[in-house]
């Protein structure tokens, strides 16, 4: 009998990350925007527009319409992708709360700052925290 040993690092974070706002409407503005790029990328992945671990060509017309909305170009074709895995956010007052498993976590530190926020990220792993893995959906 052979025995493989292996190591995955994928889905291990644990990552916590807290963007503070100057105000709830900054927050919340930031808040709606995340929440309609994330079902956005879940519809062009089902449709085939985004597949997991490739960058995109060009934004679908739904994508393509929200950053324009919102006045967003710091959103690059890799961006998408990575609101396809599951996360975990929510609004508090002037801060979202938001937990991954995911390293790759530039489309929230992109959308967090555009609006003005001081970001905190650490590893509920090895921090004492309220939040962490399955404790926000």
């Known amino acids: 009998m052979k025995m493989w040993y292996g190591y995955g690092s994928e889905h291990s974070a644990n990552l916590v990350i807290i963007g503070k706002f100057e105000s709830a409407s ?19 992945e089902r449709e085939g527009n985004i597949t997991a ?54 489309a929230f530190l992109k959308i967090f700052l555009n609006y003005g926020a001081k970001v905190e990220t650490y590893s509920a792993h090895n921090y004492e925290s309220n939040y962490g893995r399955n404790t926000i959906k």
């Open 53 to 106: 671990g490739q960058n995109l060509k060009q934004f679908s017309e739904p994508m393509l319409k929200c950053l324009t909305q919102y006045n967003f170009g710091a959103f690059g074709y890799q961006d998408p992708e990575q609101l396809i895995y599951e996360y975990g956010s929510k609004l508090e007052d002037n801060k979202i709360i938001l937990t991954t498993e995911e390293l790759n976590i530039q």
């Open 26 to 44: 900054d927050a919340e503005t930031a808040y709606n925007l995340l929440q309609e790029l994330t079902n956005i990328a879940i519809e062009d």
